[in-house]
C-alpha cells in the first residue's frame, strides 16, 4: 500500500516539473518584466527538469 502512495507521489511530482518545462514562459509574463523574463524562463525550466528527474526516480525505485 505505502509503495502505491509514493508511486502517487512520485508521478504528481514529475507532473509538476513537466508543467513548469512547459509553461516557463506563460508564467513568467505573468510574474516578470522583459528583462528578467529569459533569465526567469530558463531557470524555472531547470527546475522543472529537475522535478521530473526525481518524480522519474521516485517511481522507478518504489
Excluded at 516539473?17 to 531557470?43: C, H, M, P, W
Amino acid at each position: 500500500m505505502l509503495w502505491i502512495i509514493l508511486r502517487l507521489i512520485g508521478a504528481l511530482i514529475a507532473l509538476a516539473g513537466v508543467i513548469l518545462i512547459y509553461d516557463a514562459r506563460i508564467i513568467t509574463k505573468k510574474a516578470f518584466g522583459f528583462g528578467d523574463q529569459n533569465e526567469a524562463t530558463s531557470g524555472l525550466k531547470i527546475v522543472g527538469t529537475i522535478l521530473s528527474c526525481i518524480g522519474a526516480l521516485i517511481i522507478f525505485f518504489c
